[in-house]
């Protein structure tokens, strides 16, 4: 067997059965366990489409477009690895096949191949091979551990599997697969079902490779009788056959696999030390909130994608960490903007004590968000606008305050007499759609006598961006003379970052996505703030 390159530890995460299984959840689990005895992780994810990456994808096709620190569009999963790790992902975290692809179509074009015929093995399965090396270059990580999309058998995951039979040839011990699997519960014959895992690791022998751990999806406890049964006809131990059981939060999933030791079996065939206890007292402190808050509280989150809860999975998951920060369990009501209309709503926002109008893009649903927004301004109910949310505030507040008959977003209205929200100059030469926005981090410098100031306690932060579209600051001073104020510049191109009213309780808009960086042990210090301003409006 050849040498390995590297003695960092490199765990592949497959799938088998069926998708959405939590194959990142368990991935970010693993990790927080390694972390929390000392080691180093990473994890990335590996996803099949052919799509550069998910930027021009449709919420309802992939749920949320998550953002890195360098401005890269990647799958949602990666939020969960920077919630549950509280360290950046960035590009190469993330990897399509469609940039595999690219990648070695750019290469054969400058001939870098020299006259080869390029085939999926060796040039596809090598690209794919070097993608995930390259975190664990340099020793960065004790850990990488790698998420592969879709589901074993699906024809577009055959290269990764490929490639990672390549791998263990190549790097031995210093390598491992996880597979992820569902032991089914028929209700009628009141008993777990093992033949749909034997298959799906039946598949992956098929293809070459043996899997090392079995991780069992299960909505019933697995007895030493399954167990045995999994593992005699899946070719590993019993030790090795590790539940995962149904719970009510993806916080709880880490401690369930601590029990189960799923990180001492890696460490242990990974010939890594395991005697170092893992330090999880924040964690724990964390579940113990959520578990028993002290009260609870309504917000209303206002998006055109609601039927989809992934649509806008890092706010709610941030709205957890708020909720958890104040001891308050924070129930949200998904409203559809498009269900806003005639005047009503005063009763969809009924008994409500806080509203966030969601980011997207598009004219659908924008007059029920501006309503929505009418009625939390002028009921001084606690309100956050993110990115879109924060257009349409200035949209509403031109239309109802300035008297700005027809001012709109020249996103929505090309033809609007009073374009409150225009196109970014560096946008308006721009034709290609996938990865033009403005992405990524961006400083902003805050008033010192600004809400958002009391609300971070610095002058300049730092967020992430997803537009292409910005407020116009031609009508900067007749909003900041009627009580709207740019509380958030950006210092480098005066784009407005953060708009407030002066003459409400709690009314916030941000340009940037603040969701993107809420972690379990830092939630982000808005959503914190808005729930505590929820909490007293209630009071």
Same mark, same amino acid.
């Given at each position: 067997?050849?040498?390995?390159?590297?003695?960092?530890?490199?765990?592949?995460?497959?799938?088998?059965?069926?998708?959405?299984?939590?194959?990142?959840?368990?991935?970010?689990?693993?990790?927080?366990?390694?972390?929390?005895?000392?080691?180093?992780?990473?994890?990335?994810?590996?996803?099949?489409?052919?799509?550069?990456?998910?930027?021009?994808?449709?919420?309802?096709?992939?749920?949320?477009?998550?953002?890195?620190?360098?401005?890269?569009?990647?799958?949602?999963?990666?939020?969960?690895?920077?919630?549950?790790?509280?360290?950046?992902?960035?590009?190469?975290?993330?990897?399509?096949?469609?940039?595999?692809?690219?990648?070695?179509?750019?290469?054969?074009?400058?001939?870098?191949?020299?006259?080869?015929?390029?085939?999926?093995?060796?040039?596809?399965?090598?690209?794919?091979?070097?993608?995930?090396?390259?975190?664990?270059?340099?020793?960065?990580?004790?850990?990488?551990?790698?998420?592969?999309?879709?589901?074993?058998?699906?024809?577009?995951?055959?290269?990764?599997?490929?490639?990672?039979?390549?791998?263990?040839?190549?790097?031995?011990?210093?390598?491992?697969?996880?597979?992820?699997?569902?032991?089914?519960?028929?209700?009628?014959?009141?008993?777990?079902?093992?033949?749909?895992?034997?298959?799906?690791?039946?598949?992956?022998?098929?293809?070459?490779?043996?899997?090392?751990?079995?991780?069992?999806?299960?909505?019933?406890?697995?007895?030493?009788?399954?167990?045995?049964?999994?593992?005699?006809?899946?070719?590993?131990?019993?030790?090795?056959?590790?539940?995962?059981?149904?719970?009510?939060?993806?916080?709880?999933?880490?401690?369930?696999?601590?029990?189960?030791?799923?990180?001492?079996?890696?460490?242990?065939?990974?010939?890594?030390?395991?005697?170092?206890?893992?330090?999880?007292?924040?964690?724990?402190?964390?579940?113990?909130?959520?578990?028993?808050?002290?009260?609870?509280?309504?917000?209303?989150?206002?998006?055109?994608?609601?039927?989809?809860?992934?649509?806008?999975?890092?706010?709610?998951?941030?709205?957890?960490?708020?909720?958890?920060?104040?001891?308050? +369990? =924070?129930?949200?009501?998904? $409203?559809?903007?498009?269900?806003? !209309?005639? &005047?009503? %709503?005063?009763? *969809?926002?009924? +008994? =409500?004590?806080?509203?966030? $109008?969601?980011?997207?893009?598009? !004219?659908? &649903?924008? %007059?029920?968000? *501006?309503?929505?927004?009418?009625?939390?301004?002028?009921?001084?109910?606690?309100?956050?606008?993110?990115?879109?949310?924060?257009?349409?505030?200035?949209?509403?507040?031109?239309?109802?305050?300035?008297?700005?008959?027809?001012?709109?977003?020249?996103?929505?209205?090309?033809?609007?007499?009073?374009?409150?929200?225009?196109?970014?100059?560096?946008?308006?030469?721009?034709?290609?759609?996938?990865?033009?926005?403005?992405?990524?981090?961006?400083?902003?410098?805050?008033?010192?006598?600004?809400?958002?100031?009391?609300?971070?306690?610095?002058?300049?932060?730092?967020?992430?961006?997803?537009?292409?579209?910005?407020?116009?600051?031609?009508?900067?001073?007749?909003?900041?003379?009627?009580?709207?104020?740019?509380?958030?510049?950006?210092?480098?191109?005066?784009?407005?970052?953060?708009?407030?009213?002066?003459?409400?309780?709690?009314?916030?808009?941000?340009?940037?996505?603040?969701?993107?960086?809420?972690?379990?042990?830092?939630?982000?210090?808005?959503?914190?703030?808005?729930?505590?301003?929820?909490?007293?409006?209630?009071?």
């Amino acid at each position: 067997m050849a040498p390995a390159e590297s003695q960092t530890k490199y765990i592949f995460v497959t799938g088998g059965v069926t998708s959405s299984l939590g194959k990142g959840i368990i991935s970010a689990s693993l990790a927080k366990l390694l972390q929390a005895r000392g080691y180093s992780a990473t994890i990335q994810k590996l996803d099949p489409y052919i799509n550069i990456d998910p930027g021009t994808l449709n919420p309802y096709e992939h749920g949320e477009c998550y953002v890195t620190e360098d401005g890269a569009e990647t799958d949602l999963d990666l939020g969960h690895y920077e919630r549950f790790l509280n360290v950046p992902t960035s590009q190469a975290n993330n990897v399509t096949t469609g940039r595999i692809y690219q990648s070695v179509i750019e290469k054969e074009r400058r001939g870098d191949y020299l006259g080869e015929t390029v085939q999926v093995i060796p040039h596809i399965t090598d690209e794919i091979k070097q993608s995930i090396k390259l975190l664990g270059k340099n020793k960065q990580f004790d850990f990488v551990i790698t998420e592969i999309g879709g589901t074993v058998g699906d024809i577009e995951s055959l290269p990764y599997v490929e490639a990672i039979r390549q791998l263990r040839w190549e790097l031995g011990k210093n390598c491992l697969v996880i597979h992820l699997t569902l032991v089914p519960y028929l209700a009628a014959a009141k008993e777990l079902k093992t033949k749909p895992t034997q298959h799906s690791v039946k598949t992956m022998q098929e293809y070459g490779v043996q899997p090392d751990i079995l991780v069992c999806r299960t909505e019933k406890h697995l007895n030493d009788g399954i167990r045995n049964k999994i593992a005699l006809f899946c070719n590993v131990s019993s030790r090795d056959v590790i539940e995962s059981i149904d719970t009510d939060s993806i916080y709880r999933v880490p401690m369930l696999m601590l029990e189960e030791q799923l990180d001492l079996r890696v460490l242990n065939k990974t010939n890594m030390k395991s005697d170092q206890q893992p330090e999880l007292s924040a964690w724990k402190n964390f579940l113990d909130h959520l578990k028993n808050p002290d009260c609870d509280v309504s917000i209303a989150l206002v998006g055109k994608y609601v039927e989809l809860m992934d649509a806008y999975k890092s706010i709610i998951e941030s709205l957890i960490h708020a909720g958890t920060t104040n001891k308050c +369990n =924070v129930n949200i009501k998904m $409203v559809h903007s498009e269900h806003i !209309e005639n &005047g009503n %709503e005063s009763i *969809i926002l009924k +008994n =409500v004590s806080g509203v966030i $109008v969601a980011p997207g893009f598009g !004219e659908r &649903g924008i %007059e029920g968000k *501006i309503a929505a927004i009418t009625y939390a301004r002028t009921h001084k109910i606690p309100f956050l606008g993110i990115c879109l949310g924060m257009q349409c505030a200035t949209i509403e507040f031109a239309q109802n305050v300035l008297n700005l008959k027809g001012a709109h977003s020249y996103e929505m209205m090309p033809n609007t007499p009073y374009p409150i929200i225009s196109m970014m100059e560096e946008q308006k030469k721009v034709n290609i759609k996938g990865g033009t926005m403005r992405l990524g981090a961006y400083k902003c410098k805050l008033d010192l006598e600004s809400k958002a100031f009391s609300i971070y306690k610095q002058e300049t932060i730092s967020e992430r961006h997803r537009h292409r579209y910005e407020f116009n600051n031609y009508f900067l001073k007749d909003f900041e003379k009627h009580g709207m104020v740019a509380s958030g510049i950006n210092p480098e191109s005066g784009l407005v970052e953060i708009m407030e009213l002066k003459n409400h309780p709690w009314f916030v808009g941000v340009q940037f996505h603040p969701e993107y960086k809420s972690t379990v042990a830092r939630p982000h210090p808005l959503f914190v703030e808005f729930v505590k301003a929820a909490m007293d409006f209630k009071k």
